[in-house]
């Protein structure tokens, strides 16, 4: 079952925690001195893998980051960067262009900028540059980086004062996380092991993931793009209460396709009393097409904990995905064409 699995990913998988738990020290290395005295911004420029770890920040201290932060992807800076901002550069790589050219027009700005890469060219530039850098571990695929991404940043802008209710102390979500990601290791795991009947259900059809904001918003992404790059997979997302305001009439499509899709509704256990009916509904209008839907809740106590679960059971699935379709889930053949094919222009 697991001979596709050429790089050993679901070893990544079973030690994601051990990026949690290690994420502190990681912070402490770089030694971080910035002046955040007159920051009224965050910018945070990212690609894939490394702009989803700013999408989360965004989401998950959605009521606690003390600034506005926008992440962008692409090319560019915007005009609003400058003196007043902190730009969080990241790149798993440090190579990633469209990065390498947006921090660039950011720094002439007058920006404080913080980096967060293993290597490559980012981190020489931050070096020449005496930026604050955060130097992560290399040797992953970015996508399987997310703890080094997410949580060295976490304790930065925790020190730095921008987030409220900040805590070092991440020992019961380390713990949290390595037992879930036990729980999914089959067949090795006792009884039900629900990312591998996920995927076995998801196999041969296209996943529709819906969330809801803010706090799941950017996990929906996160099982499209993971299903699309380790499931080699399309995969399609959208987030509530948006969705029902355009893509629910999507649902009133009366042909064949109809039958290709399967959907996915992530859920708390506790949500806002409109969102929960807004769900319910949603899910009425869906199941009158003949689709059939699923729902994957939340589990643990804080936010942290829900969201990575719901992180950690994606990545799973999308790995399970993969070896149903006897992919590796480790290539992006598709991506290093691009890559090698934009180099030579």
């Known amino acids: ?23 502190e020290g990681l912070y402490k290395a770089a030694d971080i001195h910035l002046d955040m005295k007159n920051i009224t911004n965050i910018l945070y420029l990212g690609m894939g893998g490394s702009a989803i770890a700013g999408d989360l920040m965004k989401d998950v201290f959605f009521d606690q980051l003390k600034v506005p932060m926008t992440v962008v992807r692409g090319y560019h800076a915007p005009a609003f960067c400058g003196k007043n901002t902190l730009v969080v550069v990241s790149s798993y790589s440090g190579n990633t262009e469209e990065t390498l050219s947006a921090v660039e027009q950011a720094a002439q700005s007058g920006a404080q900028v913080l980096a967060v890469t293993s290597g490559g060219k980012l981190a020489e530039t931050a070096q020449a ?51 879930l990601a036990k729980r999914n290791k089959y067949p090795q795991a006792k009884g039900h092991v629900l990312s591998y009947d996920l995927a076995r259900v998801i196999r041969n059809k296209v996943p529709i993931i819906y969330s809801t904001a803010p706090y799941l918003q950017t996990v929906s992404r996160r099982w499209q793009n993971q299903m699309q790059e ?18 629910i ?41 003949g689709v059939k839907v699923i729902e994957v809740y939340t589990a643990g106590k804080s936010i942290l904990e829900k969201v990575f679960s719901l992180i ?6 999308s790995y399970y995905l993969a070896l149903g379709y006897k992919k590796d889930p480790n290539e992006i053949k598709n991506i290093d064409f691009l890559k090698k094919e934009m180099a030579r222009l």
């Open 1 to 23: 079952m697991y001979s596709v699995d050429k790089a050993g990913i679901n070893k990544i998988l079973l030690s994601f925690h051990k990026q949690i738990e290690e994420s």
């Open 129 to 179: 540059n005496k930026w604050a850098l955060i130097t992560i571990p290399p040797g992953l695929p970015p996508r399987q980086a997310l703890g080094y991404l997410f949580f060295p940043l976490y304790h930065a802008l925790g020190n730095l004062g921008l987030i409220d209710s900040y805590s070092a102390n991440l020992k019961s979500l380390v713990r949290f996380i390595s037992d």
């Open 230 to 247: 380790n499931g080699k997979s399309m995969a399609f997302s959208n987030v509530l209460p948006e969705m029902n305001h355009n893509e």
């Open 249 to 289: 009439v999507g649902w009133e499509q009366d042909t064949k396709a109809m039958s290709e899709f399967v959907v996915i509704f992530m859920e708390n256990e506790d949500p806002h009393p409109r969102i929960k009916k807004r769900i319910e509904l949603s899910k009425k209008i869906i199941k009158k097409r």
């Open 312 to 317: 950690v059971l994606g990545d799973w699935v």
